[in-house]
């Protein structure tokens, strides 16, 4: 809170009866003192604003702040590319060592929030010169079961790492649909690897930024 203080300036001097004569004008008269009262009573309202104004700022709720979650996904292995299980090693990276392998990991996302960004940090190896490539994707699914089931919808999409060596990815989310809504839609991380011979993939964290919807 600021540093609000008031210090009155008037100072009543008694007067003495049969010794003090009433009188408007000179240092004594009433002028004189009852402008010195007003003078610290304007002060003293100066003053009051001063406070009111402290203490509406005190009371106003902070700005909202990003939230993130960070993670090391689960990932399990499906489709025709899962030639083999993602493993972990001890410090919880997941990796990916196989010729093709593909791994989905069901999400649980803050409901009513709005994704802001997706980073992803790992690593891409190759152990020969043949070459490597993998992608990333958040997408969301419908909950409501229909036939055949609609196509994934794509939140974030990197689909082609080939850069070797250390993965630091930013990768834009589509706007339309960063407002999570968990009563409708369910979320879906996947990672897909491919070489032809030797090389890895590796998901040491996965890094979700949200804000308040706007």
């Known amino acids: 809170m600021a540093d609000i203080s008031y210090t009155p300036t008037f100072h009543h001097v008694p007067w003495e009866d049969r010794k003090d004569r009433v009188e408007a004008a000179g240092p004594n008269g009433f002028n004189v003192r009852f402008n010195a009262i007003a003078s610290d009573l304007a002060h003293l309202s100066t003053v009051v604003t001063g406070i009111g104004t402290a203490i509406d700022t005190s009371n106003t709720a902070p700005a909202p702040q990003a939230q993130r979650l960070s993670f090391t996904p689960t990932l399990r292995p499906t489709g025709l590319l899962s030639g083999g299980a993602w493993g972990y090693d001890a410090n919880g990276v997941v990796h990916a060592n196989s010729v093709a392998m593909t791994g989905v990991a069901n999400l649980t996302l803050p409901n009513g929030l709005r994704l802001t960004s997706v980073r992803v940090v790992g690593a891409l190896t190759r ?46 989310v589509s706007v339309p649909r960063a407002l999570i809504d968990t009563s409708v839609f369910r979320y879906v991380l996947t990672a897909t690897f491919e070489t032809v011979l030797f090389g890895g993939m590796s998901i040491e964290a996965v890094h979700l930024t949200f804000a308040p919807p706007s």
């Open 127 to 172: 152990g020969s010169s043949h070459s490597v490539g993998g992608s990333i994707s958040l997408a969301r699914t419908p909950l409501r079961l229909v036939s055949p089931p609609p196509d994934p919808e794509p939140l974030a999409v990197n689909d082609n790492i080939v850069a070797v060596g250390p993965l630091d990815l930013q990768i834009p």
